[in-house]
């Protein structure tokens, strides 16, 4: 398999996956808050890797290596994106949070033209803004209910430019250190981060003894371990993978195709009703998806 599908492959995998997530993270919200589910999710991970890595079982060797410079990439992701959206959706809605999050693609790709120099193609441009429309159409069918806070429509913006950011530099940090080792440093960044968040928030409300109570029940730990291990280490490493092998612009468009996943996930697991609108939003999505990647190759070969 060469170097592009694996990237390819690798981004999919982290689409699934990240699909999969609003399932999983709305039944384990019946049980935390969301500061606390997100801390418990990474400290869960770190707690994992740290002992697969302990074990040789997963290849992490930051010794000689300035990882300091990961630890400035995982503020934007996982820190500053999961904080800045936890708060939009505090001031706003989810559908304007699915409004903003559709948009990812667009500032990645401004992003990725200005720092890294990897631009696109008129043609290329307009797939994109296929599968953004694609995504919007879907979310302004289910239903757009637009918040008066100004202070949520700064902090989904601040959320997106945060992946975009995120994308970017794993990106160039590729070049230096590898997806586990990316993947690594989010982790435990995300756990120190988010635990002292919680910690802080749990003893101001008194109920610090109760902190890990909710790992006691199965009905919880369940959904939390798949974010922790599914999410917050398979996915981000195929997303570190991907970006090792394919521009971040292309990886990114993937993001619209998490959107799907999510639909159909919620058909399949929670009994939703597939509308209509949705399977067309969904096939506008793959469209752009497709153009995108497919006249890369084009060009490339021309």
């Known amino acids: 398999m060469s170097e592009k599908w694996i990237g390819y492959f690798a981004a999919f995998v982290a689409t699934a996956i990240f699909g999969l997530t609003f399932m999983f993270s709305k039944v384990a919200l019946a049980f935390v808050s969301p500061v606390h589910l997100v801390a418990l999710r990474f400290l869960c991970s770190a707690v994992i890797f740290c002992i697969l890595a302990g074990f040789g079982i997963i290849p992490v060797h930051l010794k000689g290596k300035r990882w300091g410079a990961l630890v400035r990439l995982s503020l934007f992701q996982p820190v500053a994106y999961f904080t800045f959206e936890a708060y939009g959706l505090f001031y706003g809605t989810s559908s304007e949070a699915g409004l903003f999050v559709a948009l990812i693609p667009v500032t990645t790709a401004i992003f990725s033209g200005l720092l890294l120099h990897e631009t696109l193609s008129l043609r290329q441009g307009c797939f994109l803004a296929c599968s953004v429309c694609g995504a919007i159409f879907i979310v302004i069918m289910d239903g757009v209910v637009w918040d008066a ?61 109760s902190y890990f109570t909710p790992l006691a029940n199965p009905d919880f730990l369940l959904p939390l371990l798949f974010l922790a291990v599914a999410a917050s280490m398979v996915a981000f490493f195929c997303t570190n993978l991907a970006l090792m092998k394919i521009p971040a612009y292309r ?35 793959l469209f ?15």
């Not at 990114?252 to 996930?265: E, G, L, M, Q, R």
């Not at 153009?291 to 021309?302: A, C, D, L």
């Open 149 to 209: 806070h100004l202070a949520s429509k700064i902090f989904f913006f601040l959320a997106i430019l945060s992946a975009s950011c995120f994308t970017v530099g794993s990106r160039k940090q590729s070049a230096h250190f590898t997806p586990w080792e990316i993947t690594f440093v989010m982790s435990l960044t995300g756990a120190v981060v988010f635990n002292v968040w919680a910690v802080a928030e749990a003893c101001r409300q008194g109920a610090i003894q």
């Open 251 to 285: 990886y990114a468009i993937f993001d619209n195709a998490s959107t799907i996943i999510s639909i159909f996930a919620g058909v399949v697991f929670l009994h939703e009703s597939l509308q209509w609108y949705q399977w067309v939003g969904a096939i506008v999505i």
């Open 288 to 302: 752009g998806v497709w153009g995108v990647n497919f006249f890369q190759k084009e060009r490339s070969q021309s």
